[in-house]
């Protein structure tokens, strides 16, 4: 028997507000591609940003992604609003050193993608390059305690994607010079 009243998520708005306000707060999918290239390269020299920026878009069609963008967004906004109470509002607005609540966050979204991604994750969270630097700059109004940890966690998981995918086509292309072979 059906509930009139009862509670239904639309996953197209989800994954829409997600990408509205990855725009809104001054994120692109080529930027986070141009972070997986950077992770990536070196191992895969053919890669192109095209093939980034898809596995990019993978990651972001996740569930698990898509509540931790949005979680933290709507987070650092509070921040900057100043509507969290003490001493909350502060370790977010200073980005505390010692509140991890953000890497965490966005540790959900690397643990959708195994271990490469979090070495991936903890090498950009490290030196923060591209739009993470941008991010993590203090100097411009917004706050980012937790968006500049997400898009680092979509470009690791991306990465992770990626190294997991080119392994398998590797061993398959293995197999089938075997099989030829013999």
Known sequence: MSQPNMYRLNSKAVANATQEWLTKRGVTKAQIGQLVMLLQKEYFPELTLDECIVNVEAVLSKREVQNAILTGIQLDILAEEGKLMQPLQDMILYDEGL?????????????????????????????????????????????????DDIVGAIAASASSRIAHRKQAEREAMEEALDQNGQ
Do not use: M, R, W
């Open 99 to 147: 509140y991890g609540c953000d890497e965490v966050l966005a540790l959900s979204i690397v643990n959708v993608y195994g271990s490469i991604g979090f070495t991936n994750f903890g090498y950009i969270d490290k030196f923060k390059p591209g739009v993470l630097k941008k991010l993590n700059d203090k100097n411009d109004g917004q706050i980012h305690t937790f968006l």
